[in-house]
Structures are given as structure tokens and as C-alpha cells.
């Protein structure tokens, strides 16, 4: 009897043995669960009755991974590659009945076992490449011998799960069974005994051979140069290619010693720690804390978008997406055709990227109805606002909307940085304004920015951000201010890039300086890519622009000589007109310089790499400081989720507030 039946458990079905692992919520393979595991796989090897073992799970979803939570300490025996190796050595065959997300330390021990099925439907995957680390547990020496090296490549050092339906062919999955959850386990222990009846054995996964080619080292090569580049500065995708080689050159366990020791190396390094933090960050970033449980989130079956535009057809997609049905309301049909066709241009594209179907484009694109009659909203359960960046033409909608809807309807604004309680005093029901401030590409970016205004109600707060779950958002809860959290912290770092451009550095040289540091993007790229002009507006709007005449006078400049980036041809650099490569363009370079006289700008003699990152990192860290002192962002951690999620900062260096820390 293990230890601790609760954890996992042993049960007779004639002769088969029954392993169940229940730790909820994911079946994390904490030390108590490696020591159950054994405990069992011990007992059902020394019972004469059973023939062969299955390992299963209760509760939503296979084995997730090795516990998280356990890696900032010393790793406790059993070790997860002891019991695994055990499993693949056990005498008599063992089935991994799997289902939901079976991810890292769960796959791994899905290879371990000798067979494995799949009710329909189920993930399986490798991300620890997304935790800086790499599959420790034999996952890197299984792989090559069961799946061969390019889909171990592909599966580790990008970390996507898959379906395990794509696997049957490779023969990693032995077979998909259709069936109600509930009868799951009984086909699986009849699959077990068809084993039986049919002869089959053990089959460790360590005794099969990696098929080797002459091309595996230019694979090899091939993905090392490939993520050079897609994983600039990260070390886990080389290090686990490393293991990949390993398995190709040496014995099993050699290969797996490398691995574990790499893995440790691994697990203590700032890029692991920091991209654990992000993980769990972006967990705790939807918890209301302080919310009282009482509050229920209202219910949303009906969505309305206003306005047709570029975020307004986005944002209808997120709805459609999750099979909410959405209505698209603009002031004409020209301008709802154009918003219809834009949703379809980009489902279409999906389509032949093979990301969805035709059947899924239908049915999303029946979800999304048009109108331009505001009366068609009367029986919507919350509107989300997305016309220009006008408080004047943002309060007039709302009034329209206080008129039309239903008094527990909830507004919702996608203001980037307008004051939401003077968005919301215009209305008979202020506590139902909220914002959710989508990025773009809407359809795409995981991030959304809840914004609570003063008058913004508790059950307000949580239908949003319930909500925002189901369309598959990271919800971060933020207070009312001007750009809120990203674009007020976006704005100090452009503020310090834009004086960089006056004391002499070129565009160039500042998005070098940045992407080398891991930024996906440059400042000015960025800002040539949204369109110079978006900023160039919204500083107009702003209420309390500094009194300082070199604030953002380059970007200024730009937009005085109509120069607002792609969209012109030109920006802060030119575009070629065919191929749209991006070139730095003497002219702009000139303008600043001539500027920066003109204000007595004094011009640094060289301006290093180090000093452009230090100066934008620190600029941001010093507002996303004063913005929890003054309580707009409620945790740090909020802040390095918006940041990870909505303006391309290296998941490896944790967000801006955690490099603080460090
Ligand atoms: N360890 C500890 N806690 C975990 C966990 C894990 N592996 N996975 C999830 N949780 C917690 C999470 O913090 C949250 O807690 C709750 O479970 C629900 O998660 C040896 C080294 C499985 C797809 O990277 O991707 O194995 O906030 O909100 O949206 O080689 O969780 O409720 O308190 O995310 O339904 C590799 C990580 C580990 C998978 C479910 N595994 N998990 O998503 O729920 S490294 C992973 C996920 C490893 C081996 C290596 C997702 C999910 P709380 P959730 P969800």
C-alpha cells in the first residue's frame, strides 16, 4: 500500500494494475506523487496477478509537468528520471492512459511507458524550453529514438504542444480511443488486455535506436543557426540541442547524465528563474484579490463592438473566436463591409497558414452579425468601444449606448489612454464602465489591460475579467490614469530614446542597442511600423505634458514633415518601395541633428550599447515604480506580465520590475 493513497493509488482489475495519480490541479509530479509512483509501480511488479500496469490520472488533465513550485529549492529523492527509468525497466508492460495536457515531466513519463494511448482531443508537449530549461526526465534521449530528430527538434527547443491524433503515424501514440471521459479508463484497461491477448511485451523506449542519417549534422546545425536567431540571447534551445546530439553519439544513460546535469545548470541560471516568475506571474496576474467571493461574475452570451476599424474588427474576432456571438456596429455599410472583409482577409489567411479550417472560418464568421442602428443592442450583456481616440466622440457613443441597452449591461471601453471616469460620468450607470484595453493585433496578442475606474463596480471588474478568460486573454487588473500601465511606462521609454536621438545616436543604433538586449522590436521601428502620428495625437490629448520642448520633438518632426512611418514610406527610417525593406534614412538623422542644435542639446561624444539599454530599462523601471506607488498597477509582477505580453520585452530577463529585483 503507498504511502499516500490520496496522492496516488493502486487498484486490481484482474490482471491488470491500475496506478492513479490525483494531485490536483494539474497532477504536478510533486516529491509526494514521484514517491507514490514508485511505491505502486514496486507493488503491481511483486503481485503474480498482474500482468501489465496502467498509469492514469483523475481530475482535468493528465500529468502537467514536474512541480514548479519545487525548482527553487534542492531537488528531494525519488528523482523524476529514477522512477521513470524504473518504469521503463519494469518486467511486464505499462500503458500511460493519457488525456487533456500531457506536458514535460507527464510526456516524459508517457515515453517511459511502453505504450501509450490518447482519449481524443489530448495535447501532449515539451515546453520546458519556456521555463529556460530542458526535458530532464529522459524526454531528450526518448524523443530521437521513438519520434527521430526532426520532430524532437521541433517539439523541444520550440515547446508547442501538439495533438497527440499527429503522433499515431510517428507511432508514438499507440492509439486514439473515442469515448466519453467517464468510460475512459475501462477501454483503456480492455486495451491492455488486448495487449495481453496478443502477446506483446514490454518495449522500452531506452533500448530502441536513433535512426541516424548523414544529414543529421547539417539538421543539427541547420536549427542551431535558426534559433540563434528566433531565440536571440536564450540558452535552453542550444543547450537541448546539445542533448539531441548526445542521444545521436552516446548510450542511453550517458546521454540522460548530460542531460541532468545541463538541466541544473539550467535550472539555476537568471533565464530560468526569470521565466518562472513570468509563468506564475501571469497566473496570479487574474486574481481579484480583496474581491469578496460573493461577487459572481455576471453572465456574457451577447458581445457588441463599436466601430469597424482595425482594433474594432480584431477585438470582434477574439469574441467569434470563443463562439460568443458578436454584433459589429459602425456608422455606415461602407464601413462595416470594410471591417467585414478585414475579418475575412485574416481568417482566410489563417486558413492557408493551416492554423484553423474552412469549417472554423464559417462558423466564426457566423458569429459576427453588423448594424448600424444602435436600437439592435437592447438585448446585449456588454459592449466594448473601439472608435477613435476622442473623448468628445467616445462620450457621445456612450451616451447613445446609456439610451439603448439594458440597464446590467456592462461598457467597456478600448481607450489606449483616455480617462475612463470621464468616459463614464456622462452616464446614468457609471459603476458598469469599464476598460479593456486589447493590443495589437487583438486577434493575437494574449495581453489585455482591465482598467478600473473609480466608479467601476466589483461585479463590473469580475464579469471583465472572467470574460476575458474565455477569449483566451491574460487579464491584467489595472487603476484608471492616463495611458494606464504599458503606454504610460511605453512613454517614458520613448521619452529616453528620443533624447538619445538629440545627444546623437542614430534610430539605428537605439533599435540595435535594444534588440540585442532581447526586445523583439526597436522603439523606432515600432513606432514607424503603429504610425508616428497614433503618439503625435495622443500627446495632444494629454492633460499634463511635461514642459520640456525636447519631449519627443524627433518624433515631432517627423510628423511635421509627414513622415508617420511605414504608412508614408518613411519615418525615422525610409522604406523601399518595393520590397519595404527598412533603411536608415540621412535625412531624418539630418533633421534631428539640426534640431538638437537648434534646442542646445549637448551631443555625446559615443553612445554605447550598454548606455541605450540602460537608460530606456531604467526609465521603465523608475515609472512602473511610481505607478505602484501610486496604485495604479496593484503587484510588480502585473507590470512584468503586461510588459512580457504587450510590448515584447525577453521573457528571459522576467519583465522590467523583476530585472529591477535582480
Ligand atoms: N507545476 C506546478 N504548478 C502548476 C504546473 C506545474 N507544472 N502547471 C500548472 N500549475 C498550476 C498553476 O500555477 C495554477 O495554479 C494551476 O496549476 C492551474 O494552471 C522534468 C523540468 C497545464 C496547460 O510547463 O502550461 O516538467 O494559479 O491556470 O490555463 O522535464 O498550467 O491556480 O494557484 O495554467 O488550464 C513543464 C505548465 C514543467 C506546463 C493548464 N510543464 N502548465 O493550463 O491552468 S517543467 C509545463 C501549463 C518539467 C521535466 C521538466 C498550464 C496547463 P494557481 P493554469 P490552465
Known sequence: MPANPSIVSFQHHQSIGLITINNPPVNALSQ???????????????????????????????????????????????FLFDVFYRIDQCSKPVIAALFGTAL????????????????????????????????????????????????????????????ALSLVEEGIIDRIIDTEPSAYTER???????????????????????????????????????LAKKAKGQTAPQVIIDCIEDAIKLPFLDGQSNARERFLACKASSQSRAMRHAFFAERSASKLEGLSDDIIAGEVNRVAVIGAGTMGS??????????????????????????????NQRYQQSVDRGRINAADLNRRMACIKTTCDYNDLADIDLVVEAAFESMEVKQTIFQQLDKVCKPEAILATNTSYLDIDTIA??????????????????????????????????????????????IGKIAVV?????????????????????????????????????????????????????????????????????????????????VEAGRLGQKTGAGFYRYD????????DPIAIERIRAEAIKLGVPQRESI?????????????????RALLQQGIARRASDIDVIWLNGYGFPRFRGGPMWWADQ
Open 188 to 226: 483503456v484497461i480492455e486495451y491492455s488486455k488486448e495487449l495481453l491477448n496478443t502477446g506483446q511485451g514490454v518495449r522500452p523506449v531506452s533500448a530502441m535506436p536513433v535512426n541516424t542519417t548523414d544529414d543529421d549534422k547539417a539538421l543539427l546545425d541547420q536549427w542551431r543557426a535558426k
Open 314 to 343: 480584431a477585438i470582434a474576432m477574439c469574441f467569434a473566436n470563443a463562439n460568443i456571438p458578436v454584433t459589429l456596429l459602425e456608422l455606415n455599410k461602407e464601413a462595416l463591409e470594410a471591417g467585414l472583409n478585414r475579418i
Open 478 to 558: 489595472v487603476g484608471n490614469g492616463y495611458g494606464f500601465v504599458g503606454n504610460r511606462m511605453y512613454a517614458s521609454y520613448g521619452r529616453e530614446a528620443q533624447n538619445l536621438l538629440l545627444e546623437g545616436a542614430t534610430p539605428a543604433q537605439v533599435d540595435k542597442a535594444m534588440s540585442d538586449w532581447g526586445m523583439a522590436m526597436g522603439p523606432f521601428a515600432v513606432n514607424d511600423l503603429s504610425g508616428i502620428d497614433i503618439g503625435y495625437k495622443a500627446r495632444r490629448e494629454h492633460p499634463g505634458l511635461p514642459d520640456d520642448p525636447c519631449y519627443f520633438r524627433p518624433a515631432d518632426l517627423m
Open 608 to 624: 554605447s550599447a550598454e548606455h541605450i539599454q540602460q537608460r530606456l530599462v531604467t526609465a521603465l523601471i523608475n515609472e512602473g
Open 32 to 78: 509526494a506523487v514521484r514517491q507514490g509512483l514508485l511505491e505502486c509501480l514496486q507493488e503491481a511488479e511483486s503481485e503474480h496477478t498482474i500482468q501489465a500496469i496502467v498509469i492514469a490520472c483523475q481530475g482535468r488533465t493528465f500529468v502537467a509537468g514536474a512541480d514548479i513550485t519545487e525548482f527553487d529549492a534542492a531537488p528531494k529523492p525519488p
Open 577 to 584: 518601395p518595393q520590397t519595404g525593406q527598412r533603411e536608415s
Open 425 to 470: 460620468s456622462v452616464l446614468s450607470c457609471p459603476e458598469q464602465v469599464v476598460g479593456l484595453h486589447f493590443f495589437s493585433p487583438a486577434e493575437r496578442m494574449k495581453l489585455l489591460e482591465v482598467v478600473r475606474g473609480n466608479t467601476t463596480s466589483p461585479h463590473t471588474l469580475k464579469t471583465a475579467v472572467e470574460l476575458a478568460k474565455r
Open 104 to 163: 514535460g515531466g507527464g510526456f516524459e513519463l508517457a515515453l517511459a511507458c511502453h505504450y501509450r494511448v490518447a482519449i481524443t482531443g489530448t495535447k501532449v508537449g515539451l515546453p520546458e524550453v519556456t521555463l529556460g530549461l530542458l526535458p530532464a526526465a529522459g524526454g531528450t534521449q526518448c524523443l530521437p529514438r521513438i519520434g527521430g530528430l526532426a520532430l524532437s527538434l521541433d517539439m523541444m527547443t520550440l515547446g508547442k504542444p501538439r495533438l
